[in-house]
Structure formats: C-alpha cells, structure tokens
C-alpha cells in the first residue's frame, strides 16, 4: 500500500473515531446550558452557600442519560399475579443469600432487632430484594440519575430536584465527591436502597466509626434499614398480615382500596372479613386480595404491613419481603 493511502486511511480512521467521540459527547451533555438547572445553581448558592464555581462546574459534569429517562418512562410491567411475582423473589439463590448474610452480619442485626424491635429476617429481606444482598446496588452516578430526572422529565421533576438538593448536602456533609456515588437510574443508594432525603432523614452509624456509610459497611446498611421502618411506624411484636375468611355477604368494595390500615380488625370483620387467626379487634387493618395459583386469597394487612409498603408502595412487594423474611427464618433452622 502506497504511503499517502496509508496517511489516508490513517486520517479517515481518525476522523471516524473523533465523529463517534462528539456524537457520544453529543448524546450525553452537561446541563451547564439547561435553564432548570440555572436557576437550581442559584437556589444552591443562595439557600445553601454553595460556591457559584462549583456548582456549574457541577452541572457540566452531570450528564443527561437518555437510558434513564426511557428507564422511567418505559410503561410499566403488565401486572403479575401474586404467585408469578412471588416466585420472582423467593427463589433457592435468595433464600441462600439470606441466609448467608444473616450468618455474616449475625450481631448486626441481633443488635438492630434488640434496638429497634424490627426482626432480622425483615431487615435481611428488605436487603435481599433492593439489592441481591449488596451485590447489585445499580451503576449509574447518582449526579448523572438525579439530574437527568430533575431537569428532563417535567412530571416528576420537584421530586427530583429535592433529592438533587439533598444528594449534594449529604455529600457536602459526609465530605464525599458527588461523582464518586452510584445507585439507581432513580439514583437510590447503597444496600437498602435509600433516596437521598431518606439517607439524610434515616441512615445511622450503627458501626459507632464516625461515619453513617450505606454503600461498603452492611452493618451501618442494617441499622438504617431498621430505623427507617421504626420512623414509619414499625410496632414490635406485631405480626405483618393474617389471612381473612370473607363470608358470602362480605363487601368486596373495600378490598385493595389502600395501603394503609384504615380500618380495625373489628371493624373488618364487621364487613365480612374474619381472621383466620387470633388478633386483636382494635388493631389496625386493611383487606387485599392475591391472586394464587389455587385461586384469590383474602389476606388482613395490618400496622407492619402498611409500614413495609413505605419502602415500596406496593402490596405484592410486601407480601414478597414478609414471605422472604419467614422463608429465611426456615432455611436458617430457626433466628437463632
């Protein structure tokens, strides 16, 4: 081949590579230029004392993900039944993961169900299904997910913002570069999955280091995890859901009306809904359904349930964490 077909080839290689760099850099811009963001600079400076430098500096390097925003915007699953969506969570592997990590972090959690009054096996379920038990605590820079959210995806853009403003004074708080972080495409973080207002709200340093640290240190993850469902109302010792007996005349308008316990367990079976086993008429409850493969299942949701549905806003995800947690118990031979 000729010397100048060679420089040639050489230069068009060049030019090629160079094209997809811009086109990648193109596809992922800063949002120095976005107004939103602008204008969050100056709530930042002004409210927060940031410095004005640093926070465009800031802004240029949170990239705008469009991965994210299909991530969110994608229509959601068509809905599974209760006995699809349970075998999605309790499978052999996280039964065994549980109980790994129960084995690992033993006095963590004896001291968090001790301090707290939330039972292990809750705690390690909730670590279980956010994050396979710490191994998948997602890959996308928190500054990347919160800002892609907050200045490109208008319906939910307050939100997000608001985590944006607390990421950035946790960070600012704990002394940690906010491009060092990564979470979710919703920009969760660490094993227990929390938003940033709720690490700033909830995450303990139960390891007593100085430090309440959610992404390397599982017994600080425990801690926050039990406090959390303490501050949302966790009431020790009380089961989570019994199953109901609805009788021929019972008003199925009320089942899977809310998530929260708006009702009394009297109150319910006044309505047609007995429980299946003893607890207390006063006790606060809603009635659900899940679909089993044998058929629709009536089921008392009570306090620690509508407690659990705080983490996720959803009644299978809190069926899967309560049957997770008892699946452990058993796999384990018993708490202790």
Not at 9 to 36: F, M, R, V, Y
Not at 159 to 170: G, I, M, S, V
Not at 178 to 197: D, E, I, V
Not at 227 to 236: A, I, L, R, S
């Amino acid at each position: 081949m000729k010397i100048g077909a060679v420089v040639l080839k050489w230069t068009s290689g060049l030019l090629i590579g160079l094209g997809l760099t811009l086109a990648a850099c193109a596809q992922e811009p800063g949002h120095d230029k976005n107004q939103q963001a602008q204008k969050f600079v100056d709530y930042m400076v002004q409210e927060h004392s940031f410095s004005r430098e640093e926070m465009q500096q800031l802004m240029r390097e949170a990239k705008r993900k469009d991965s994210i925003l299909k991530a969110i915007k994608r229509p959601a699953e068509k809905a599974k039944p209760w006995h699809e969506y349970r075998k999605m969570f309790l499978t052999p592997q996280s039964i065994a993961g549980g109980v790994d990590f129960w084995d690992k972090n033993a006095e963590a959690l004896a001291e968090a169900e001790k301090k707290y009054g939330v039972p292990a096996e809750m705690i390690v379920a909730i670590i279980g299904i956010e994050t396979r038990y710490g191994g998948n605590m997602g890959g996308y820079r928190v500054l990347d997910a919160l800002s892609t959210l907050a200045f490109n995806y208008p319906r939910r853009s307050a939100f997000f913002t608001k985590e944006l403003e607390n990421y950035l004074l946790l960070t600012r708080e704990q002394g940690v570069d906010p491009l060092a972080l990564k979470g979710s495409y919703a920009g969760a973080m660490g094993y227990g999955q929390f938003m940033p207002s709720s690490y700033r709200s909830y995450a303990v340093d139960f390891s007593n280091d100085g430090k309440a640290d959610i992404w390397n240190n599982p017994t600080d993850a425990i801690g926050s995890v039990a406090n959390y469902f303490v501050k949302h109302g966790w009431k020790p010792g009380e089961p989570v859901a019994v199953l109901a007996s609805p009788r021929p005349n019972a008003d199925m308008t009320i089942v899977n009306d809310t998530l929260q316990a708006e009702w009394t367990v009297g109150e319910l079976a006044n309505k047609g809904f007995n429980a299946t086993s003893q607890v207390a008429a006063e006790m606060p409850a809603n009635v659900f359904s899940l679909q089993t493969e044998q058929g629709k299942q009536y089921w008392l949701g009570l306090n620690n349930f509508a407690t659990i549905t705080r983490y996720n806003r959803s009644r299978l995800y809190a069926m899967a964490v309560n049957d997770l947690a008892q699946e452990i118990v058993k796999a384990r031979g018993g708490k202790s």
